[in-house]
């Protein structure tokens, strides 16, 4: 496994991640200290789409509110408590 320190890696990286994707790890090291190892990803599974439940037509909203809310007068009332 090689060994590279943050300045390195830096001003390289795109070199060292072409080194990971062909499975060759590095370890990343700050003044000789390992903090941290970079590897491939594993091969991840693809996302598949689920179909709908029902059709959006079949969707039911919910009723309007019977009454008038005045958001500026519930503002109010709730910072006149604090």
């Given at each position: 496994?090689?060994?590279?320190?943050?300045?390195?890696?830096?001003?390289r990286l795109s070199s060292y991640l072409r080194s990971v994707r062909?499975?060759?790890?590095?370890?990343v090291v700050d003044r000789g200290t390992p903090?941290?190892?970079?590897?491939?990803?594993?091969?991840?599974?693809?996302?598949?789409?689920?179909?709908?439940?029902?059709?959006l037509q079949e969707v039911r909203l919910p009723r309007p509110v019977k009454h008038p809310v005045d958001s500026l007068a519930a503002l109010r009332e709730e910072r006149a408590d604090r």
């Open positions: 496994m090689k060994h590279v320190g943050i300045a390195e890696l830096k001003a062909r499975g060759y790890p590095i370890t903090v941290a190892r970079i590897t491939a990803l594993e091969p991840l599974e693809p996302l598949r789409a689920r179909h709908p439940i029902r059709r």
